[in-house]
């Protein structure tokens, strides 16, 4: 790989970066990514990682949004030209053309569908959106959305509506969508998310291919996961400014690192035959659940479930049976389009089965509206903000408290404000009450979404993808309220990558194959 001591292809001098006149977020941070160089930035949540990726691809000062004071400075692959961009946080600073900028440094947010166009009606329309715009002739283009569509393993996806993949391979999409311009710097945020073992095979060959190239890779995020760990150079945030930075043995070492909230572990990397700590912790009711499963009633249960996507070649369930029963936690696996996320569906009421049934609390839910199901079942997004709409923190919690219980009597204010902060107390976010949702960080945005589920205690809580987006802190804090839920008798269903995470929380493991679940 080229050293780090060659010219940088991208240079960033950041004195400070705040939002419309807010506190800085970054203070102090220098970056230089010389050509085929790979460059870690970690942080906890809030740490300014998520912004520092935003501001090197140009979306944080393109807008007008930002106050930035500092310099980036681009030299391209293959230019003997540098182009340096001076801003003093004033009405006369550069104004940066993004569609420009990003034809050398191309980015993918935290959250992959903010890359997508949404027009689109096929992925290969897709990838192919960003060339047209350039006037890309024809065939110069159909041979580019072919290698980027192989690199990301999308090739038998080509004609497929985007809005119909599953959160990972959206994720793999918005990755083509970036590579497929040949740019001088990819910036990724959080690039894991969502994905399976096999893409994050592929996201480490794509990284190996990119940098054998003389691209210049970011990879920021809130986890040390295999990926940061074969980056050259590390720089830790802590509250927007360097905490510590150099080779990643060495900041690995430092008490800056301890401290950060970092996970030092991807959650899918943990030991693969881990235990269930949960059965060693020897809970009496779910230890009784297990050991009487034919006969303890199931409170949610798939019956026979058949489902497909219109336009879709196969079903996505095929005569699926699932049962779980009060206290029990059971974790969905599979690849990314196994029907995780289906599942979880139908036992919430959002989609309906073409074939079979679907009970919640021996009820048949054929003729029953979502919202009505969701007096008995809690569910959390896989993107949290899915589900986020109110004003502000606490009143997105108080507004399913003042829903119900449809079939009881309704809650006093003063009940629905108590029951409310508690459950942000619960997940860490009690002094943020007043905050809007989308100020929050995308680990702050699952949190909420969670504490608004979690205060209506649901007998059943569906969890898709929780530990995406989470450090180190919120990690613990899912654990926490997941225990909590199960000891308190609701059934806690959750679909996730990270196996041997959830084998070690999980009383069991089903793992979707041919449209069916076996035990994983």
């Not at 054998?212 to 802590?238: I, N, P, S, Y």
């Not at 289906?342 to 054929?366: C, N, S, Y």
Request: aromatic share 4%; glycine share 12%.
């Amino acid at each position: 790989m080229t050293p780090r001591a060659a010219q940088p292809v991208l240079a960033a001098d950041i004195r400070s970066f705040s939002y419309e006149g807010a506190a800085p977020v970054l203070r102090g941070v220098g970056l230089e990514l010389p050509p085929g160089s790979l460059t870690a930035v970690l942080g906890g949540s809030g740490s300014g990682t998520s912004t520092l990726a935003k501001l090197l691809s140009g979306w944080a000062v393109s807008g007008g949004h930002g106050v930035f004071d500092g310099t980036l400075a681009l030299r391209p692959a293959g230019s003997r030209e540098c182009t340096t961009l001076e801003f003093r946080g004033s009405p006369d600073d550069p104004r940066l053309r993004l569609g420009a900028w990003g034809q050398h440094v191309a980015y993918v947010p935290q959250r992959a569908t903010d890359l997508l166009t949404g027009a689109a009606q096929t992925v290969g329309e897709e990838l192919a959106f960003a060339l047209e715009q350039r006037g890309m002739p024809r065939e110069q283009m159909r041979h580019r959305v072919d290698e980027a569509a192989r690199a990301v393993g999308l090739s038998a996806h080509l004609g497929r509506h985007p809005a119909q993949l599953s959160g990972g391979e959206q994720r793999r999409l918005a990755l083509g969508c970036a590579l497929v311009g040949r740019p001088s710097v990819m910036v990724l945020d959080d690039p894991s998310a969502s994905l399976d073992a096999a893409g994050r095979a592929d996201l480490g060959q794509l990284i190996d291919t990119l940098r054998a190239a003389a691209t210049a890779v970011v990879v920021v995020g809130t986890c040390a996961d295999r990926l940061a760990r074969r980056a050259d150079h590390w720089v830790l945030l802590a509250a927007g400014t360097p905490a510590a930075q150099g080779p990643p043995e060495h900041v690995l070492a430092t008490e800056a690192f301890r401290l950060s909230g970092v996970l030092p572990q991807d959650p899918a990397d943990a030991a693969p035959n881990a235990p269930s700590q949960r059965s060693a912790a020897g809970s009496a009711s779910v230890g009784a659940l297990s050991a009487t499963a034919p006969a303890a009633a199931a409170i949610a249960e798939l019956a026979a479930v058949s489902f497909a996507y219109p336009g879709a070649p196969s079903w996505v369930l095929d005569h699926a049976d699932l049962g779980v029963r009060p206290g029990e936690v059971v974790a969905l696996a599979g690849p990314n389009g196994a029907g995780k996320s289906t599942a979880l569906k139908h036992f919430a009421g959002i989609a309906r089965p073409i074939r079979g049934t679907v009970r919640i609390a021996g009820q048949d839910i054929a003729r029953v509206p979502a919202g009505r199901v969701a007096d008995t079942v809690g569910t959390l997004f896989q993107d949290p903000r899915d589900q986020l709409f109110a004003r502000s923190v606490l009143r997105e919690v108080e507004f399913g408290l003042r829903l119900g219980p449809r079939d009881g009597a309704r809650r006093s204010r003063a009940e629905v404000r108590r029951r409310a902060l508690a459950a942000l107390d619960d997940v860490g976010l009690g002094s943020r009450a007043g905050e809007h949702p989308y100020d929050l960080t995308a680990s702050g945005q699952r949190l909420t979404a969670l504490a608004a589920v979690i205060a209506r205690g649901p007998r059943v809580l569906l969890l898709d993808e929780p530990t995406v987006g989470l450090d180190r802190h919120g990690l613990a804090c899912l654990e926490r309220l997941v225990a909590s839920a199960a000891e308190s008798g609701a059934a806690v269903v959750l679909s996730t990558h990270a196996a041997a995470w959830a084998r070690a929380r999980a009383d069991r493991t089903m793992a979707i194959a041919d449209g069916r679940f076996v035990a994983g």
